[in-house]
């Protein structure tokens, strides 16, 4: 059964048989699942790529992950690699992730396992991201590095003295929850301020909504219909068209991203920050604000090498691709 | 001459020979120098410590370093570890320090290794101390850990993966300026809202003093004289006596110590956070405060093994001792 058959996904690629020198990642995301087969010797362009939707608790989202597999590589024992967005402990087990609430606390690694019978291993999505990037991406060349990927919230993975790092447990790179402003607003996760809260595709839509509720932004609430359902794309596009209070907040969003990105200047010293995730494809409106806005929100910036800030180039398949390097290394 | 008939310092140890598996460490400070000559098969007690005032400028620090070293080792040709208060580079090269404001893009590597004619090693003073912790510490055992120095200023070293990790550059660890609160005090760095303006020795003071000029704090600012005078010494001095309105600001400042580390743990997932530096003198009255503020400013808490809060063990020397450490290993 060709993909195009199926319902509830597309397909780039037709299916291929797939040698024992393959192998196949897949990009559990909040709304969608993004897999590919990759050739481990030349894995910066997929084989296959097939995209179904994400559905919601532990037993459909592992239904679907088998079918995925099946129908990525059914004749071979290629490893498999999965990302997710959240807390990966070592053993492969999802601890936990907002943008996958019904789903915690799943030793999704065993449980894949035993029912596609090769090995599976399981990983922060972010952190897969990171092992593509810099093995074949923006990050070529870097030894000390952060990718961030900037969607619904922050992720990110981290890679220091030329190696992917997992910290203690494995939940290294989540510095979407780092608090940035006391006062600043209420976070899904219980706390208040955290820089996602501002820095996100959710932060751009606040503050598009914040200005749009303040009387600006009228080219971007003609868009939206109303000043209450306003989103970043709205801001983007008004933004693109040369509307000046777009601008601003894009400036304003831009500063609150160079802020964080500071905060992790600070922290690790990369010489490198990769930015990745969907709010990303605006990177004509956004890369060169938060580029100029760094220096400012980095401590003795006039003393040190500027950090290169960049766009991941292995785009919306960086996950996934990642992933399946996770796997083939790990077998 | 033996060391108590300097002026301007004085000595625990008095000065013995040391044969060429000892190495010497100092600890270059905002007002003192420490300086200890270790044993490298056994480097957490010193054999020798000698202490003198910093002085102003970079040239008569060198002096004061040359003559430190004669002092601590004339008959040897010791390795030396020099740890510094700010951003030092890969080649030895002082870069920039708030608390060294005199002494700026230095060579300091160069230029002192000319004049005593040995190896001289450049390295931050976090960095150091977490060489230290790490090998014979606190942080023994732990793959992962993060070292705070809390005093006027936060300093920071990164372990990663079991090594001492200092980034692209070598300035890692600076996470006192991390933007904590858009709307915060202004700091020396030039920005506003860096988290050393709330949990650093200055930070206590500061919060002592807010309390106190709003008329609380009566027992802190009868320590003090007055409402202005107070510092962080007299707020523990008053919490330690059982006074309420000072542990409150000790809650304070916990709070802010806490959010931080979070952020830290957020990123790098350590197993433990050592807190060292001269406030932590005062870890009597705030670890259980710190390490009870802690998880709930940490992302997923609910999921995730608590991570270790523990004062520093090699105390007031851990910075020098770590600068010998890391000398005898690169020579």
Chains 1, 2 share one sequence.
Not at 73 to 91: F, N, R
Request: with cysteine.
């Amino acid at each position: 059964m060709p993909p195009s058959a199926t319902d509830g996904r597309e397909s780039d690629s037709s299916r291929l048989p797939v040698p024992a020198d393959r192998a196949i990642g897949i990009d559990v995301g909040g709304t969608k699942l993004l897999g590919v087969v990759v050739d481990t010797a030349e894995p910066s362009t997929p084989i296959a790529v097939v995209r179904r939707s994400t559905p919601v608790g532990t037993e459909a989202l592992v239904e679907s992950l088998v079918a995925l597999v099946a129908e990525l590589d059914a004749d071979t024992s290629a490893p498999v690699g999965i990302g997710l967005p959240g807390l990966v402990d070592h053993d492969d087990r999802f601890r936990y992730g907002p943008n996958l609430p019904a789903v915690d606390d799943v030793d999704l690694g065993d449980l894949l396992g035993s029912r596609v019978g090769r090995p599976v291993v399981v990983d922060n999505d972010a952190t897969c991201a990171t092992a593509a990037e810099f093995r074949f991406g923006a990050g070529v060349g870097h030894s000390d590095g952060v990718l961030l990927t900037i969607g619904t919230g922050i992720g990110a993975g981290l890679f220091v003295d030329g190696t992917v790092r997992r910290g203690a447990n494995g939940f290294a790179g989540e510095p979407g929850h780092m608090l940035v402003d006391r006062n600043g607003p209420a976070c899904p996760c219980g706390r208040r301020g955290c820089w996602e809260r501002f820095a996100s595709g959710s932060g751009l839509g606040r503050l598009g909504r914040d200005a749009a509720l303040a009387g600006r932004l009228s080219a971007a609430v003609d868009l939206a219909g109303d000043a209450e359902a306003v989103r970043g794309e709205h801001v983007v596009a008004a933004a693109r068209d040369g509307d000046r209070d777009a601008g601003a907040v894009l400036d304003e969003f831009a500063w609150w991203l160079a802020a964080g990105i500071g905060n992790l200047v600070d922290v690790l010293d990369p010489s490198i920050v990769v930015l990745g995730g969907g709010v990303m494809d605006a990177s004509d409106v956004l890369l060169d604000r938060i580029a100029e806005a760094v220096p400012a929100q980095v401590m003795g910036s006039d003393h040190r090498p500027a950090v290169t800030i960049a766009v991941a180039l292995a785009g919306e398949h960086a996950g996934a691709v990642g992933a399946a390097l996770v796997a083939s290394e790990s077998v």
